[in-house]
């Protein structure tokens, strides 16, 4: 491996690193959400809007960020976001009253979404060839996935470790994981730094003549592959959002206890490294568009088969059901920002382009938990899921028919 190659893939490496220990801090509820609930004194629905503050922040930030990104060394962005991320870490282990809670967490949404998410994927684009966008997305997928599990480990190992005794110890736990993900972010911030050269220039802001924001938002706009590309993201998304009611189908719908269903569902989790980093590899061996394409198919039928499985199907069929959702749909996650090499996308105008792809194509975090709630309150009965299941399938074809365009249009 020459040198070159070597300072690419470690930066990469790098990358990867920063991305999946930038996120679990706004994140904390997944694993501590009643230990989070108590120490900071507050109620779920305080919790919650809290967390809806975050994503509101986050989809007005998509756009300017891939502006932001087109203007600013993406590198300076994501250590300044790294930095920014853990000293707000550290302000929330103070546990603060909600209202300034509310205001952190508005924070987090500039710190991870506008100065942070766009830099972060235009910088992988940037450092791999084209040949390379396949495993490289891979690898930031598959790897920032397994950096956050290590990362929760050790969380949850020292939460633990705090509580041999009494339960108001639980307080003094929550504050040490807080302070333990800070710690991380800003050390990591350092590593950044001293890693990745950022002093290289920015051929696209200094060689080439700037066209108005207006221009590049009207070129990016009438771009067919971007469109296309959104309906991939999209989609893809989905199925994300669709096995986060795995565990609850599982145990209203089959009765079957919170930890068998947890047992079964941490298996599709497992396949985020496994799937993102192959579908990677062999993206870049049989063309990305069509490795995607198969992903999505493969997310909508094993989707479609958890839907309409038989109550007497036993938990080894359920496991294989989830681990197929889970490669297909990790497989897809780690492709989709992929074919944005494939869309014809002047470099000075990715930024833009990441920015209004993420802007449309991350709405099923709006959309899709009411759309759950609405379908299940109608038909409590089990056909509720069915319909929801379904439709998240059905959507799937959608994008694989998409993915399967943009490899047509890209061979013309």
Same mark, same amino acid.
């Given at each position: 491996?020459?040198?070159? =190659?070597?300072?690419?893939?470690?930066?990469?490496?790098? +990358?990867?690193?920063?991305?999946?220990? @930038?996120?679990?801090?706004?994140?904390?509820?997944?694993?501590?959400?009643?230990?989070?609930?108590?120490?900071?004194?507050?109620?779920?629905?305080?919790? /919650?809007?809290?967390?809806?503050?975050?994503?509101?922040?986050?989809?007005?930030?998509?756009?300017?960020?891939?502006?932001?990104?087109?203007?600013?060394?993406?590198?300076?962005? @994501?250590?300044?976001?790294?930095?920014?991320?853990?000293?707000?870490?550290?302000?929330?282990?103070?546990?603060? /009253?909600?209202?300034?809670?509310?205001?952190?967490?508005?924070?987090?949404?500039?710190?991870?979404?506008?100065?942070?998410?766009? &830099?972060?994927?235009?910088?992988?684009?940037? +450092? $791999? =060839?084209?040949?390379?966008?396949?495993?490289?997305?891979?690898?930031?997928?598959?790897?920032?996935?397994?950096?956050?599990?290590?990362?929760?480990? &050790?969380?949850?190992?020292?939460?633990?470790? +705090?509580?041999?005794?009494?339960? *108001?110890?639980?307080?003094?736990?929550?504050?040490?994981?807080?302070?333990?993900?800070?710690?991380?972010?800003?050390?990591?911030?350092?590593?950044?730094?001293?890693?990745?050269?950022?002093?290289?220039?920015?051929?696209?802001?200094?060689?080439?003549?700037?066209?108005?924001?207006?221009?590049?938002? =009207?070129?990016?706009?009438?771009?067919?592959?971007?469109?296309?590309?959104?309906?991939?993201?999209?989609?893809?998304?989905?199925?994300?959002?669709?096995?986060? *009611?795995?565990?609850?189908?599982?145990?209203?719908?089959?009765?079957?206890?919170?930890?068998?269903?947890?047992?079964?569902?941490?298996?599709?989790?497992?396949?985020?490294?496994?799937?993102?980093?192959?579908?990677?590899?062999?993206?870049?061996?049989?063309?990305?568009?069509?490795?995607?394409?198969?992903?999505?198919?493969?997310?909508?039928?094993?989707?479609?088969?958890?839907?309409?499985?038989?109550?007497? $199907?036993? $938990?080894?069929?359920?496991?294989?059901?989830?681990?197929?959702?889970?490669?297909?749909?990790?497989?897809?996650?780690?492709?989709?920002?992929?074919?944005?090499?494939?869309? #014809?996308?002047? &470099?000075?105008?990715?930024?833009?382009?990441?920015?209004?792809?993420?802007?449309?194509?991350?709405?099923?975090?709006?959309?899709?938990?009411?759309? #759950?709630?609405?379908?299940?309150?109608?038909?409590?009965?089990?056909?509720?899921?069915?319909?929801?299941?379904?439709?998240?399938?059905?959507?799937?074809?959608?994008?694989?028919?998409?993915?399967?365009?943009?490899? +047509?249009?890209?061979?013309?």
């Amino acid at each position: 491996m020459d040198s070159t =190659k070597r300072e690419r893939y470690r930066s990469l490496f790098t +990358l990867i690193i920063a991305a999946g220990a @930038i996120y679990p801090l706004l994140y904390l509820r997944q694993n501590f959400e009643g230990p989070l609930i108590d120490a900071l004194g507050i109620t779920l629905e305080t919790l /919650n809007e809290a967390g809806s503050i975050l994503g509101i922040v986050f989809m007005l930030s998509y756009v300017p960020s891939g502006w932001l990104t087109d203007r600013i060394d993406s590198i300076k962005l @994501i250590i300044g976001s790294l930095i920014a991320t853990g000293l707000l870490g550290l302000y929330f282990a103070q546990l603060p /009253n909600p209202e300034v809670v509310m205001w952190i967490f508005a924070a987090w949404g500039i710190t991870t979404g506008l100065t942070f998410w766009a &830099a972060l994927i235009k910088e992988v684009n940037q +450092l $791999a =060839k084209h040949d390379e966008q396949g495993r490289f997305f891979g690898f930031l997928e598959g790897g920032r996935g397994l950096v956050e599990a290590l990362l929760a480990t &050790a969380a949850v190992a020292l939460f633990t470790s +705090l509580l041999p005794g009494p339960e *108001s110890t639980t307080r003094e736990a929550m504050v040490a994981v807080i302070y333990f993900y800070s710690c991380m972010v800003l050390v990591i911030a350092g590593i950044t730094a001293l890693m990745i050269r950022s002093e290289r220039k920015i051929t696209e802001v200094i060689d080439v003549p700037q066209t108005s924001t207006f221009d590049a938002f =009207k070129e990016v706009a009438q771009n067919p592959k971007i469109w296309l590309a959104i309906i991939c993201v999209l989609t893809g998304y989905q199925f994300l959002w669709a096995t986060y *009611s795995f565990s609850g189908y599982l145990q209203t719908q089959w009765g079957m206890s919170a930890s068998v269903a947890a047992t079964l569902t941490l298996a599709k989790l497992w396949m985020r490294p496994v799937g993102a980093v192959t579908a990677g590899f062999l993206g870049d061996r049989f063309q990305v568009n069509r490795i995607l394409s198969w992903s999505l198919l493969i997310s909508s039928a094993a989707t479609a088969c958890l839907a309409f499985s038989p109550h007497f $199907a036993n $938990a080894t069929l359920i496991l294989v059901i989830l681990v197929g959702v889970g490669l297909g749909t990790y497989s897809s996650r780690g492709l989709y920002w992929a074919i944005l090499d494939d869309c #014809n996308i002047k &470099a000075r105008h990715k930024g833009i382009a990441i920015g209004f792809i993420s802007l449309l194509a991350f709405t099923p975090e709006v959309y899709l938990p009411k759309l #759950n709630s609405i379908l299940v309150s109608a038909w409590p009965n089990g056909g509720g899921y069915v319909a929801y299941f379904s439709l998240v399938a059905g959507c799937g074809l959608a994008g694989a028919l998409a993915a399967h365009r943009i490899e +047509l249009a890209t061979k013309l």
